[in-house]
């Protein structure tokens, strides 16, 4: 036996990742998917910890799990030191060979493909063993995959204050109507003269919802919203048949919607952000690579 290693820590070390992800999730399928396991291994070696400790760490809450005393003791006290082997494994795989690697690269659904999948091409030129997952989610869902570890790094509108941003720009929200609506002439909008009209806007938990309700709010009324959805291509749709108008940033990409300008002061920022913690070198590869390219997704977006 190691005289630095005690028995019962040879045979729990490899366990303590599966235990973290269970007990991070609150969820057995989620935490599979994590760790890129079948279920049924993940759980075998919950059901082998427990064992091997005599303790039981988990109790079933309908289709959730949830700790135990035991089992809460035990992740407040592994969870940051799982955290920093991952990392340090991580980093120093990856230093080994900055070529390669892996990078969870998030963008937000009001930014198009055109200018994500251009600087995703020339990445790949340059970088073709580096392998990159992509995910689109409105903003704050991005900022909080950056913040638990999910995405490596994001562009995130606007920016949160705790992580570290690179600011790539500005985003210029417009008013979208269809080519027949009566103010699709117009060279610019006050908000205030919208007070009659129905919008067609993103669920409440989206950035672009909140300055539509509080630029209403300040013109003095509250916006009614027929229709309420995600998807961007949706929303320009449905201003397409004029069933309503739409903040958005940037020009139309409809032939059928005109794009008209908003008085005041209508910008928002756009940033790239990363975790707290140390990067891979593919990750610093892809970031700068961003960076270097922000014009794509900005330019295209005033």
């Known amino acids: 036996m190691d005289e630095y290693l005690l028995p019962h820590v040879e045979i729990v070390a490899p366990l303590l990742a599966a235990f973290d992800a269970a007990a991070t999730e609150g969820h057995i399928t989620r935490a599979a998917d994590k ?6 291994s993940l759980s075998r070696r919950l059901k082998t910890l427990e064992k091997t ?9 309908g289709r959730r799990v949830a700790l135990t005393a035991a089992g809460r003791e035990l992740y407040e006290r592994t969870h940051d030191a799982i ?41 790949h030129e340059t970088a073709p063993r580096i392998r990159v997952h992509l995910v689109q989610a409105h903003g704050e869902a991005l900022a909080h995959m950056i913040r638990d570890g999910r995405l490596d790094v ?46 067609i806007a993103s669920p409440p938990s989206f950035h672009l919802r909140a300055l539509l309700d509080s630029w209403c ?22 201003v397409a048949h004029d069933l309503g108008v739409a903040l958005l ?7 059928s919607v005109v794009a008209v300008r ?29 960076v270097e390219h922000r014009r794509r997704i900005t330019a295209l977006r005033k």
């Not at 760790?35 to 049924?40: D, R």
């Not at 709010?217 to 449905?238: K, Q, W």
């Not at 940033?249 to 032939?255: A, K, R, W």
């Open 154 to 199: 994001a562009v995130v509108i606007p920016p949160p204050a705790d992580l570290t941003v690179t600011v790539l720009g500005s985003q210029h929200i417009r008013l979208h109507v269809a080519r027949t609506n009566a103010l699709a002439g117009r060279s610019e909008v006050a908000v205030a003269e919208l007070e009659d009209e129905p919008f």
């Open 262 to 290: 908003l008085s005041g002061s209508r910008d928002r920022e756009v940033g790239l952000v990363t975790g707290n913690h140390r990067p891979t070198a593919a990750v610093s590869r892809f970031t700068q690579h961003v």
């Open 83 to 123: 955290g920093r082997l991952d990392d340090a494994i991580t980093v120093v795989s990856a230093n080994a060979d900055p070529s390669s690697g892996f990078v969870r690269f998030g963008f937000p659904l009001t930014l198009g493909p055109i200018g994500i999948t251009a600087i995703l091409a020339e990445f």
């Open 217 to 238: 709010t300040e013109a003095g009324f509250t916006p009614r919203v027929p229709f309420e959805i995600s998807e961007i291509d949706t929303i320009r749709a449905l």
């Open 35 to 40: 760790l890129g396991v079948p279920q049924s």
């Open 249 to 255: 940033p940037g020009e139309s990409e409809h032939s």
């Open 53 to 61: 400790l005599g303790i039981a760490l988990f109790q079933p809450v």
